[in-house]
């Protein structure tokens, strides 16, 4: 088993792993970047009328043979790790018969943010994978665990092949509600692992502890709490981690949340996900 990480070792976003054997070959994430080679914000809008082989040269999209529209097919499988564009932004270059194997729940947001975002990303032709179901794409194993992050659907995956294996952490973070799913897996983790793929969005940074989003939703329900006032919350509308913090907090303090048409049609497409509900058993009020 072989693997080059084409993107994503010295920036945060468009993480992108191909890994291959003799007979199979799948890429983890296909991100698109966050920022520019010179630091500054990344614009898609600035290459949108560039086709794949353009983007190829100016280092946009990585150049990866049988991966694209225009190319002769030879990847075998895309494996998304959760609904963040920086992992799968750059999806609708890749050859429209390429499968993509993904969380349904990830799938489902993807879909609702094209409703109402610019810039869509279709992808077509998935197989929804389940935390901890082993399914194989020709002779490479894949195991997918869950992830605590601010994504509503992540996942870490187990890499395996030709008796050697790969870790891709994916995004992670332990201080959301998913935090048990963190906890499971630092006792439950695969053993014996030969390559470890590791977020560091955080490493290097002089950074104070994250706030749980225990300590968030007390300080909402503080601040919640002073009379007469309406509170504006700005955030995003996929972290429904916050959303609950925010739902409870007005729950305690007796406001009614009001949310914009972009939150509800998230909630309400996700409502019936078992993802969700596990965030909902773990609500203690
Ligand atoms: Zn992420």
């Avoid at 994503?8 to 970047?33: A, K, Q, Y």
């Avoid at 332990?174 to 053993?191: D, E």
């Avoid at 006032?229 to 305690?252: E, F, H, P, W």
């Amino acid at each position: 088993m072989h693997f080059k990480i084409h993107r994503g070792t010295h920036e945060i976003g468009g993480s992108c792993v191909e890994v291959w054997t003799e007979n199979t070959r799948i890429l983890l994430d296909f991100g698109m970047p966050l920022v520019e080679k010179d630091g500054t914000s990344f614009d898609f809008g600035k290459y949108k009328t560039l086709n794949a082989v353009e983007l190829i040269e100016r280092g946009v999209l990585p150049d990866i043979k049988g991966l694209y529209n225009e190319d002769d097919l030879l990847m075998d499988g895309v494996i998304i790790s959760h609904p963040h564009q920086d992992h799968y932004g750059l999806s609708n270059f890749i050859h429209k018969k390429v499968k993509h194997f993904l969380g349904k729940a990830t799938h489902r947001i993807i879909e609702i943010s094209n409703l109402f975002m610019s810039q869509q990303v279709h992808i077509e032709n998935v197989t929804y994978f389940e935390k901890s179901k082993t399914f194989l794409i020709g002779d490479i194993s894949i195991t997918p665990y869950w992830a605590d992050h601010s994504a509503f659907d992540a996942y870490s995956f187990l890499v395996e092949a030709n008796g050697k294996s790969i870790f891709y952490s994916g995004d992670f973070r332990n201080h959301g509600r998913k935090a048990n799913a963190f906890k499971w897996f630092t006792h439950n983790a695969p053993q014996d692992v030969d390559y470890l793929l590791l977020e560091g969005t955080t490493i290097g940074r002089d950074t104070k502890p994250f706030k749980t989003e225990t300590e968030i939703e007390a300080e909402l329900t503080e601040v919640f709490g002073q009379p007469g006032k309406i509170n504006l919350v700005y955030t995003s509308g996929q972290n429904i981690d916050r959303l609950v913090s925010i739902y409870r907090a007005c729950i305690r303090t007796g406001k009614t949340l009001v949310v914009d048409v972009y939150v509800a049609t998230i909630l309400r497409n996700c409502r019936h996900l078992p993802e969700f509900h596990f965030r909902q058993r773990n609500l203690e009020i």
